[in-house]
């Protein structure tokens, strides 16, 4: 066994440790979801507290805090399945709320970038936060037309990496560059979307003009 099979192995059964422990306290998929929303925003908090002369510390707390969110995305789902409470609405509120928790973040950084003065990154910051939602919003549009559109590689956990790298190395200026990277693929994944969606409507239009 390699030493990164291990690792999966004994992430996955910390996670089923968790699942099944918060199973077992009867608390409700939607409450996690919730609450993963509200340490999003304690993170978002952190970024736009930053200043330049705590900015690497306050970027790294904020980090590590959108790490601990990324398990309360992680667990409600699987909690809900596990507690046989898996339902239309949960699906829709988890993803009402990831698009809050997305918002929050980015915020964050536009008042962080706002507060010094970065024109340029406020700009960028705000950009990341319309091309993250628009990702989301092209799929579920599409969606609602063709039944699946999963294209594309920038999808939520994606994103979230990237914002965590970026807070996590911020005092080597690892910030920047990741808003920059996800600003071009987010959009790159938007175009892909549309692109699917068109092609895949002009397939079945010219499938039921053949029938």
Known sequence: MTWTSAFGKGSGWLLWKIVRALALSKISPNTLTF???????????F???????????MFLYA????????????????????TNQVSVFGAFFDSVIDRYSDAAIFFGLLVHYARGNRFQYVVLAA???VASLMVSYTRARA???????????????????LVI???????????????WVLATLTTVTVI??????FLE??????????T
């Not at 409507?201 to 053949?210: D, F, S």
Request: net charge positive; with cysteine.
């Open 35 to 45: 609450i993963g929303l509200i340490i999003n925003v304690v993170a978002a908090f």
């Open 47 to 57: 970024f736009g507290y930053a200043r330049n002369a705590n900015a690497d510390r």
């Open 63 to 82: 980090g590590l805090i959108l790490i601990g969110a990324g398990l309360f995305d992680m667990v409600d789902g699987r909690v809900a399945r596990a």
């Open 127 to 129: 950009f990341c936060m």
């Open 143 to 161: 969606e609602a037309l063709i039944g699946s559109c999963k294209v594309g590689f920038m999808e939520r956990p994606e994103r979230i990496v």
């Open 165 to 179: 790298l970026g807070a996590m190395f911020n005092h080597w200026g690892v910030m920047a560059p990741a808003l």
């Open 192 to 197: 892909h979307r549309i692109r699917y969606t």
């Open 201 to 210: 409507t002009e397939r079945r239009k010219l499938g039921a003009t053949a």
